[in-house]
């Protein structure tokens, strides 16, 4: 008997001591082991043959599920620290990095076709003793025509049948060809000067290290990528490509699959549970050249990893909001520098953060300042709207704009982002608004959807016919989104076919490239969008970019509010004039003397970044200081607030806290109110981050201790991002 360490997927943070029988389970398998009176699944971490325990008092291991480990040597390594540094229970960490199937316990085996063969007794079964089964039915109707397998028969029904004893099923072993001999490459373009410097930069380093290109939109970055994933390809190697949003996963298959002959599979969470399976086990093979996808493809066991591209690292979607809040673009880094590949994080307005590590020397810097081919940059326009009559948001200049595009079979874009149809319905007569009681916020109206839901908490309820208060059946909506724009363009411009992109609209799988579809095929058309529509898409024909309504983000109690806009702004205006035509964009504001604009316009993104930067360090702001964010929740805001502050108490008074350890709080969330809980948060700061990780390493113990903390729902958010 052995004693074995195993990560449970249970918000502990600790590990199970087992016994097991020789030979030891692998480190990074799965395992079935006894807790409570159920049993569980659970992860092997180690194992000690010497421990000092009491083996009698150990139960042991049921059953070992995995005869190697799930996970690459760096892929663990970068788990086990991520446990730490995000101070998340190991179980879950590990957990997270799986496929669901296998959280579930399934072998690690693709699943294999069947093809079926009716039996004796099938050829004269009574399709009458299958009445309640009409599936079943139908299919055994299709065996008894047509007695090889048939592809509208479900393997559900295949199954049902099988239990007749009518039907004899048969794995069909499916073959993977290797893609490594017969990888060869597409007619490519020709780089230009901007473009070969970052190739062969970037193609001459084999190791570690982290590269930022910065590329001004429609510069041609993805070339620059596509350029050196040849060379790791012809090296064998593989390629992972994360990308912020599903919406960009399509377009970027396409592109990487018609210039390369070699596997390119997707991971996002649009995949059902064995579409995922089935790339995760791929890519662990080595069958798989290149993997694009979203954060958690960063998880993905590969064979023989040669380079990890993040395009849009500034993008706030690799940062995991819920559960194990982590950021994926830092821990690519950590990842790459574990397997010794190069990184590449392209963007056309680098994150703050990554600007820093390049004045500390960490991140190499790659520019590229040129639009791809004959494209020039769009003439940038703001329109002050003070005294202006607007027409659904929209000034006369900007609809006279809108008609001089059209009119020479151009398309044009309109930036929104606030999908729905009116962010508030208001009763005439006595001021009532329609509010989420679960989150003190007002409900949005859904027109075509007849419903109002709440965009916080996602409750939904029925349009009222009168007002809650006053009973008034004069009840208006006020404000405007992305549907009630839809239908003003249909109004404005009965000729003109448009284009809704919000998440309304493409829900559905494959509704977004449905939707794109017609945009593609050109000629005159007008494209509503929220910030969808901002990153990666390459739209050839439009030629006027205008943004409705922007000053809400120009006043924000969020300090990362300008950085954000900013880079929105930069990113929307960059689809504008992308194929060799001249691009508009018009910002309409009732704010034109904000510093902000004038900023962005007039002297650019890489003079904002400086100033701000400059800005946070006077107030020592990440990246000038590190922050770990404490939140808690209730229902009846009495708990949390009582937990937080005896935690503030604590570590007042502690004697490992020095006098650079700056607090913040307890005070209410941005959002105090969400979901029925009424939630509070505690800001520690350093500069130092190492010292704030091995405080709070130190006190963490003692707050899990404490009996308030199993009264409220509270977590951990290293590095945070939002208020």
């Known amino acids: 008997m052995a004693i074995v360490q195993v990560a449970l997927p249970l918000p502990l943070r600790r590990v199970f001591d087992y016994q097991s029988n020789l030979p030891l389970p692998i480190k990074g398998c799965r395992v079935l082991v006894p807790f409570g009176k159920r049993t569980i699944l659970g992860i092997v971490l180690s194992h000690n043959q010497n421990i000092k325990l009491n083996c009698k008092q150990l139960k042991t291991i049921e059953q070992v599920i995995d005869q190697e480990s799930l996970f690459s040597d760096s892929l663990w390594s970068l788990l086990l620290w ?45 399709l009458n003793q299958l009445k309640k089964g009409p599936k079943q039915q139908h299919a055994l109707v299709l065996l008894q025509q047509q007695p090889l397998y048939h592809h509208q028969i479900t393997k559900h029904e295949l199954n049902k049948n099988k239990s007749q004893t009518v039907i004899k099923l048969f794995p069909i072993q499916q073959k993977i060809e290797s893609w490594h001999s017969t990888f060869h490459l597409c007619k490519k373009p020709k780089l230009n000067l901007e473009q070969s410097t970052a190739v062969g930069a970037i193609s001459s380093k ?64 649009a995949l059902n549970n064995s579409e995922r399976l089935a790339v995760w086990l791929r890519a662990q093979n080595g069958d798989s050249a290149i993997v694009i996808g979203t954060r958690s493809a960063l998880f993905t066991s590969f064979a023989n990893l040669g380079l990890i591209i993040i395009d849009e690292e500034h993008d706030n979607s690799y940062k995991q909001q819920d559960g194990w809040r982590y950021h994926a673009r830092d821990l690519a880094v950590f990842l790459a520098k574990k397997e010794n590949i190069p990184i590449i994080m392209g963007t056309a307005t680098p994150s703050l953060e990554s600007i820093y590590n390049i004045e500390q020397g960490k991140y190499h810097r790659l520019d590229i300042t040129q639009r791809a081919g004959k494209a020039k940059l769009a003439s940038q326009h703001l329109l002050d709207l003070k005294g202006q009559p607007l027409k659904y948001g929209m000034s006369n200049p900007l609809i006279q704009r809108i008609k ?8 044009v874009m309109l930036f929104l982002n606030r999908r729905g149809y009116s962010p508030t319905l208001i009763c005439h007569d ?63 411009f009965p000729n003109i076919p448009f284009t809704r992109i919000d998440r309304d609209t493409t829900r559905r799988k494959g509704a977004l490239e449905k939707q794109l579809a017609p945009v593609y095929t050109g000629g005159a058309r007008i494209l509503i969008g929220t910030q969808m529509l901002a990153k990666g898409h390459h739209f050839p024909d439009i030629t006027l970019v205008a943004l409705l309504n922007v000053d ?33 964009v018009i910002l309409q504001t009732y704010h034109p003397e904000h510093p902000l604009l004038s900023t962005l316009l007039k002297k650019g993104y890489n003079v904002f970044a400086t100033e701000t930067l400059a800005e946070r360090r006077d107030v020592f702001l990440p990246p000038y200081s590190s922050h770990i ?11 949390a607030p009582i937990f937080l502050n005896k935690l503030r108490q604590y570590i007042e008074q ?33 500069p130092s981050r190492s010292y704030l990780q091995q405080f709070f390493a130190h006190i963490l113990p003692e707050i899990m201790a404490y009996p308030e903390s199993r009264k409220v729902k509270w977590n951990i958010d290293v590095d945070p991002t939002e208020n």
């Open 629 to 639: 964010m404490i939140r808690s929740e209730d229902h009846k805001n009495e708990s």
């Open 654 to 686: 502690h004697n490992m806290r020095d006098s650079q350890l700056w607090l913040m709080g307890p005070i209410p969330a941005i959002k105090a109110k969400l979901a029925g809980r009424f939630r509070w948060q505690l800001l520690l700061q350093h």
């Open 404 to 411: 001089d595009h059209l009119a020479t079979n151009n398309q």
């Open 206 to 269: 084999t190791t570690f290290m982290p590269w930022l290109l910065v590329g001004i939109t429609g510069s041609g970055k993805t070339e620059v990528y596509l350029n050196v994933i040849e060379n790791i390809l012809s090296q064998g190697k593989q390629v992972l490509v994360l990308v912020p949003e599903i919406s960009l996963t399509p377009q970027t298959i396409k592109r990487f699959s018609e210039r390369f002959n070699a596997p390119v599979h997707l991971l996002h969470s």
């Open 552 to 584: 809400g983000a120009l006043f924000s109690s969020d300090y990362r509010a300008t950085e954000r806009f900013a880079q929105l702004y930069i990113q929307v205006s960059g689809r504008a004039g992308r194929a060799g035509k001249h691009g508009e």
């Open 82 to 126: 991520a446990s730490q540094y995000y101070h998340h229970p190991i179980g879950k960490v590990l957990f997270h990095a799986l496929p669901v199937l296998l959280r579930q316990g399934k072998v690690t085996t693709f699943n294999l076709r069947c093809k079926s063969e009716i039996t004796q007794q099938g050829k004269t079964f009574s």
């Open 430 to 492: 006595c001021g009532w608004i329609a509010g989420c009681s679960r989150c003190d916020h007002y409900y949005t109206l859904h027109h075509y959807q007849r419903q109002l839901s709440c965009h916080h908490c996602n409750s939904q309820l029925p349009i009222p016919i009168q007002c809650a208060y006053c009973g008034s059946t004069h009840l208006v909506p006020v404000g405007l989104g992305t549907e009630q724009l839809e239908e003003a363009i249909n109004q404005l």
